[in-house]
T-cell receptor, first 119, second 116 residues
């Protein structure tokens, strides 16, 4: 299997539930990302992991908790979410040069996303 | 701060028409990269092209072409002889350097509808 795979594709959860989103990349990349895409809003970066270390947390509420056990897998653990958290959650990966302080040309490769509905 | 603007929120064209999607960016970096992505109804963002700030040559790939003009900070995307399968949301993005690698700044997207 190639590319970036996300599961589940669709998720409906209540505000008191706990669930997890899973992302797996088969591209040998060293950086993974979570983005949130809400209706009529630009893509919002949530978390970045580079070499399995979290390097960016874009002021995301603590009800979202990421986990990156290795360079191929990324999880987003969800608990006590709010209805406004309903959105498309996209995972992406890229091959970066961390610490170089230069912009690289490695594109992001995205998964199909998980459509989350919080009721 | 970096910023990407896509002034066209939605565009509708009839099949076989040409259409241009506009992208204007702001950055203080001298070295940066620009990208276009396509998001069909399935949800996945598909990478289309990248361009670095030192290469202002226009590029053509089949029915797609890109016009990069550094003087106006624009990176416009033209689809020639559009087809229904081109219907999607198109995002322009700018890559900026950070201490952890790169950070992408996305525009708000342009929804293109190609009618039969």
């Amino acid at each position: 299997e190639t590319g970036v795979t996300q599961t589940p594709r669709h998720l409906v959860m209540g505000m008191t539930n706990k669930k997890s989103l899973k992302c797996e990349q088969h591209l040998g990349h060293n950086a993974m990302y979570w983005y949130k895409q809400s209706a009529k809003k630009p893509l919002e970066l949530m978390f970045v992991y580079s070499l399995e270390e979290r390097v960016e947390n874009n002021s995301v509420p603590s009800r979202f908790s990421p986990e990156c056990p290795n360079s191929s897998h990324l999880f987003l653990h969800l608990h006590t979410l709010q209805p406004e958290d309903s959105a498309l959650y996209l995972c992406a990966s890229s091959q970066d040069d961390p610490g170089q302080g230069i912009s690289t040309n490695s594109p992001l490769h995205f998964g199909n996303g998980t459509r989350l509905t919080v009721t | 701060a970096q910023k990407v603007t896509q002034a066209q929120t939605e565009i509708s064209v009839v099949e076989k028409e040409d259409v241009t999607l506009d992208c204007v960016y702001e950055t203080r970096d001298t070295t940066y990269y620009l990208f276009w992505y396509k998001q069909p109804p399935s949800g996945e963002l598909v990478f289309l092209i990248r361009r670095n700030s030192f290469d202002e040559q226009n590029e053509i790939s089949g029915r797609y072409s890109w016009n990069f003009q550094k003087s106006t900070s624009s990176f416009n995307f033209t689809i020639t002889a559009s087809q229904v399968v081109d219907s999607a949301v198109y995002f322009c993005a700018l890559s900026e350097a950070t201490n952890y690698g790169q950070n992408f700044v996305f525009g708000p997207g342009t929804r293109l509808s190609v009618l039969p």
